[in-house]
């Protein structure tokens, strides 16, 4: 079994590359720490190497937007986004096989499909019919659905958290996840074909629906809205 020390510095990792763009000092001033201290955490042949200790492992996950013990599992292979955009979503995508149903498995469908759930009987999705991905969450195929982002209406190449087109992701119930003003959420506009991705913004008894690109408009929501789900897991994998 593997070190859980060694997982949480490959998770650790990761989180540099996906989510801070590869700089240290970035991630040093969001988890609060000097820049030579990441490094000793990152890199165990460094010179006075340390381990991640639980606190900072929950500290790391927050500021990333991870799910608390995220950094405590083994996950699917990262590659470097900001050096090369093409890579995030493979260009072998359509041999994902359909994997069987179960916990941490959930299907990909389409901006359209989600577009027409109205409850969550909408989410006991046909099994066999659409293709699966695995997630880092612990999850079941009728509590959230996989979608990939194909606009750049939420990225922002100064944010490191925004979605690039192409990347995916994980949509859960709206039921098990109520949307809280700052989340990121699919929803449906009445009298719209297919779901919208933004961030929610509450003011009062006002909602928005921002997008992270300062090009495209805040919608204040004026009219009835479906809320599909709450996006827990952006994924930026070259393979599924």
Same mark, same amino acid.
């Given at each position: 079994?593997?070190?859980?020390?060694?997982?949480?510095?490959?998770?650790?990792?990761?989180?540099?590359?996906?989510?801070?763009?590869?700089?240290?000092?970035?991630?040093?001033?969001?988890?609060?720490?000097?820049?030579?201290?990441?490094?000793?955490?990152?890199?165990?042949?460094?010179?006075?190497?340390?381990?991640?200790?639980?606190?900072?492992?929950?500290?790391? %996950? !927050? @500021?990333?937007?991870? +799910? *608390?013990?995220?950094?405590?599992?083994?996950?699917?292979?990262? /590659?470097? #986004?900001?050096?090369?955009?093409?890579?995030?979503?493979?260009?072998?995508? %359509? !041999? @994902?096989?359909?994997? +069987? *149903?179960?916990?941490?498995?959930?299907?990909?469908?389409?901006? /359209?499909? #989600?577009?027409?759930?109205?409850?969550?009987?909408?989410?006991?999705?046909?099994?066999?019919?659409?293709?699966?991905?695995?997630?880092?969450?612990?999850?079941?195929?009728?509590?959230? /659905?996989?979608?990939?982002?194909?606009?750049?209406?939420?990225?922002?190449?100064?944010?490191?958290?925004?979605?690039?087109?192409?990347?995916?992701?994980?949509?859960?119930?709206?039921?098990?996840?109520?949307?809280?003003?700052?989340?990121?959420?699919?929803?449906?506009?009445?009298?719209?074909?297919?779901?919208?991705?933004?961030?929610?913004?509450?003011?009062?008894?006002?909602?928005?629906?921002?997008?992270?690109?300062?090009?495209?408009?805040?919608?204040?929501?004026?009219?009835?809205?479906?809320?599909?789900?709450?996006?827990?897991?952006?994924?930026?994998?070259?393979?599924?």
């Amino acid at each position: 079994m593997e070190d859980i020390n060694d997982i949480r510095r490959e998770n650790g990792n990761r989180i540099l590359t996906e989510v801070f763009g590869g700089k240290r000092t970035r991630m040093a001033a969001a988890i609060g720490v000097q820049q030579s201290y990441v490094s000793k955490i990152l890199n165990k042949d460094a010179k006075g190497a340390r381990n991640i200790g639980d606190d900072l492992a929950r500290r790391i %996950e !927050e @500021v990333s937007g991870k +799910p *608390r013990n995220w950094l405590d599992h083994k996950h699917g292979k990262v /590659v470097d #986004a900001i050096e090369d955009k093409s890579r995030i979503i493979d260009t072998t995508f %359509e !041999e @994902v096989r359909a994997l +069987p *149903r179960g916990r941490g498995r959930i299907p990909i469908i389409s901006w /359209v499909k #989600a577009g027409g759930f109205s409850d969550i009987h909408d989410y006991f999705l046909p099994p066999g019919e659409y293709e699966y991905i695995d997630t880092s969450d612990d999850l079941r195929p009728e509590e959230a /659905v996989c979608l990939r982002v194909e606009n750049d209406s939420m990225w922002d190449p100064d944010n490191p958290r925004s979605f690039p087109p192409g990347c995916l992701i994980i949509v859960k119930r709206a039921d098990l996840r109520e949307p809280r003003s700052g989340d990121y959420v699919v929803v449906r506009l009445e009298n719209e074909s297919q779901a919208t991705f933004k961030q929610l913004q509450v003011d009062g008894d006002r909602q928005y629906l921002k997008p992270l690109n300062k090009e495209y408009p805040t919608i204040e929501v004026t009219r009835p809205a479906t809320f599909v789900g709450v996006v827990v897991e952006k994924i930026l994998r070259d393979r599924y």
